[in-house]
């Protein structure tokens, strides 16, 4: 006689494990875009920022996710329901000034991004082989990356690289391993704290750009247009823009999470050990001592380097798109080299300049910090193009923003506009 209390068990359980299956397999453009925002110029914007102020700044890990989330929800939508990236709208449905302003506004940071992330892959790789000159591995990674691009479907690619960003989740661990007051920890995260200098303004907006970043619009709108094509004659629905907007709030979310706890390490060990500046990466490698002593650089050097070949291709791709649609030039990481020469010439040249920013004596640490910087200035030029096209029926039909779409976007434009003016007066004021 069969036991039908073992067989209902079982039963449920494969629906549980169907049921995860599911969820599971609608995490695609929007998982990659939260790992690929953790990339070298994340790590070390936030180290920076644990260790220069300690727990000060955790707060903006919490503001951050909802404003960064309904962003790239906006980007996620517009390229479903048009089937196009920004440019693309852009050129179509406005004034061809505004499609270059966004153009001229994005191109710099991606470029000078992409030399940073190949600069400290660079440097963190001559931590663990020192007889090796980091600008010889900045040659070494920027040849492989190459090859990946061109030669590689970067799903395939990004779909190994993604698992190195899980040596992110150290992290996680770290600050455990030390006392903490996890009342200040609480404190910190709620409540913003705010300090009306130079130092802690240009932190913020590093914060802010690292996170809130303009090449994550571009590539998410494009990566929805890539799978809109891979299922041809989908009818968009609510459903699918339900689905669309968990795959985003988790890579989000996730990308916040490792964002926080960085931020967390740093600025519990780091900070009290009276490491206040981070010039090399050395000193960041420090903040994972405590868990792996003197195999915290190859953890340190694995997570760099992972993140960096996960957000290349992302950064590269992201400022392909952008001049391939703007010139009408045949595009798709998952073409061939003949099928799409002009992008793939971009994307050559892109590394190749970033390459070349290695040679002009700016340290990696700090060129990534300054990438973050350029972002958050030009962030709000972007975020303001993507409210008006994501609100704009001629483009978007039906799916316009609701109402908590516009309030977190205009609280996004109103923070990221406000945190640049304030580093600019400082910056020239005194």
Not at 83 to 97: E, Q, S, W
Request: glycine letters at 8%; hydrophobic letters at 55%; one cysteine or more.
């Amino acid at each position: 006689m069969a036991d039908t209390g073992t067989d209902d068990k079982k039963e449920e359980k494969d629906q549980e494990d169907r049921g995860l299956t599911k969820w599971l397999k609608l995490l695609g453009p929007g998982l990659v875009t939260g790992a690929s925002d953790d990339d070298p110029s994340g790590i070390a914007t936030y180290s920076q920022a644990g260790a220069q102020y300690g727990l000060n700044t955790l707060w903006t890990a919490l503001i951050t996710f909802p404003l960064m989330a309904s962003i790239q929800e906006m980007c996620a939508r517009i390229g479903i329901v048009t089937t196009r990236g920004l440019t693309g709208i852009l050129k179509k449905h406005y004034p061809a000034p505004i499609l270059w302003l966004m153009v001229v506004f994005s191109l710099p940071a991606i470029i000078l991004n992409i030399g940073a992330d190949i600069a400290g892959m660079g440097a963190v790789a001559n931590l663990i082989i020192p007889a090796v000159p980091a600008l010889w591995f900045s040659v070494i990674f920027t040849v492989l990356l190459l090859g990946a691009i061109i030669w590689l479907p970067y799903a395939k690619v990004a779909s190994v690289l993604k698992w190195l960003c899980a040596v992110l989740l150290v992290y996680l661990i770290v600050p455990f391993l030390a006392h903490l007051d996890w009342a200040k920890v609480a404190r910190d995260t709620l409540v913003p704290h705010i300090e009306w200098n130079k130092a802690y303004i240009n932190v913020l907006v590093a914060i802010l750009g690292t996170t809130i970043s303009p090449y994550l619009f571009f590539w998410q709108a494009n990566m929805e247009v890539e799978n809109a094509k891979q299922s041809k004659g989908l009818i968009v629905d609510r459903k699918q823009i339900k689905e669309m907007g968990f795959d985003v709030d988790i890579g989000m979310l996730f990308s916040n999470v490792v964002m926080f706890f960085i931020i967390l390490t740093t600025g519990t060990v780091l900070f009290n050990a009276g490491i206040h500046q981070i010039d090399t990466v050395e000193q960041a490698a420090k903040a994972l001592e405590p868990l792996a002593g003197d195999a915290a650089y190859y953890l340190f050097a694995l997570g760099i380097i992972g993140t960096g070949f996960l957000a290349i291709p992302v950064l590269s791709g992201s400022l392909s798109y952008i001049l391939s649609e703007t010139f009408g030039w045949e595009e798709g990481l998952d073409k061939r080299f003949n099928e799409a020469p002009a992008f793939y010439g971009v994307i050559i040249v892109a590394l190749l300049v970033g390459l070349a920013i290695n040679y002009v004596g700016i340290s990696p640490i700090q060129a990534l910090i300054w990438s973050a910087i350029l972002y958050g200035l030009t962030s709000p030029v972007i975020i303001a193009i993507v409210l008006h096209i994501s609100n704009n029926k001629a483009v978007m039909g039906e799916f316009t923003n609701g109402l908590w779409s516009n309030i977190l976007g205009a609280l996004t434009f109103v923070l990221m506009t406000a945190a640049a003016g304030f580093m600019l007066y400082f910056q020239f004021a005194g």
